[in-house]
């Protein structure tokens, strides 16, 4: 009897060790487990020789983490090895139900910065694969009046006319703009051509008589901003009032 007391706690760790993630899912809920043991959990099974935790992290070290797994058809995830048509659906569909909880979330009730362009843009914008270029009319408060969707293009670039863009913010009658678009390749830094374009997104904005706020590069690895980086001081006069 007292040999047995004494094994009692390594018998427990024994068996903690053993327990697979969606055990230790149920019993201490989802945040309690790394990306690796989440996917471990919608997948289900393994392989053969391979365990469900090993094709987890394979997958994940070959896709480029969870944001490279998100940007993945289900067609092409069903090709990986181990994968096939069922746990490649439930993945999507696991990825998906992510996106719209992150949709529903209401919107920052103020624009102040490229943190609530960020908020406000990225379930819809950071995972598309094609260029997008999207204004935001902003009143004198900061508060969202229109989001102006107005070109997309392909994988690298995206034309947008600024005659267009400026056409329809001016419609809107708002003192404060802000620009955003998304790089597919999921690297957030602004390329020559972007860099040109934001300065002449600038001088448009100024010449409009427009508060140009910041124009903010979305990825599926974060955001880079114009204003942050101090590009936009040099295109344009520094602000001397904003309204609050």
């Given at each position: 009897m007292g040999a047995r007391k004494a094994l009692q706690p390594l018998l427990e760790e024994n068996c903690a060790q053993f327990r697979g993630p969606?055990?230790?899912?149920?019993?201490?809920?989802?945040?309690h487990l790394d990306d690796t043991e989440l996917v471990a959990v919608i997948l289900?099974?393994?392989?053969?020789?391979?365990?469900?935790?090993?094709?987890?992290?394979?997958?994940?070290?070959?896709?480029?983490?969870?944001?490279?797994?998100?940007?993945?058809?289900?067609?092409?995830l069903s090709s990986y090895q181990g994968l096939g048509e069922a746990?490649?659906?439930?993945?999507?569909?696991?990825?998906?139900?992510?996106?719209?909880?992150?949709?529903?979330a209401p919107p920052p009730?103020?624009?102040?910065?490229?943190?609530?362009?960020?908020?406000?843009?990225?379930?819809?914008?950071?995972?598309?694969e094609i260029e997008h270029f999207v204004a935001l009319a902003i009143d004198g408060r900061h508060r969202l009046v229109r989001e102006l969707w107005l070109a997309k293009g392909t994988m690298t670039a995206c034309l947008v006319s600024l005659?267009?863009?400026?056409?329809?913010?001016?419609?809107?009658a708002v003192p404060v703009v802000a620009f955003a678009h998304n790089h597919p390749s999921g690297e957030p830094e602004p390329s020559?051509?972007?860099i040109d374009f934001t300065r002449r997104?600038?001088?448009?904005?100024?010449?409009f008589g427009?508060?140009?706020?910041?124009?903010?590069?979305?990825?599926?690895?974060?955001y880079w901003s114009f204003r942050q980086a101090g590009l936009l001081a040099s295109f344009t006069p520094i602000d001397k009032h904003i309204s609050h």
């Open positions: 969606r055990e230790r899912l149920l019993e201490g809920g989802a945040r289900g099974t393994g392989r053969a020789g391979e365990p469900v935790l090993d094709l987890a992290a394979r997958l994940l070290r070959e896709s480029g983490g969870l944001a490279g797994l998100a940007s993945i058809s289900p067609s092409t746990k490649a659906a439930r993945l999507a569909a696991a990825i998906e139900l992510g996106a719209r909880v992150t949709q529903s009730a103020r624009i102040s910065d490229a943190c609530d362009i960020d908020a406000l843009l990225r379930s819809r914008l950071a995972y598309q005659a267009h863009v400026f056409r329809q913010l001016l419609l809107e020559p051509e972007d997104l600038a001088s448009a904005a100024e010449l427009l508060r140009l706020l910041d124009h903010v590069i979305v990825s599926r690895k974060g």
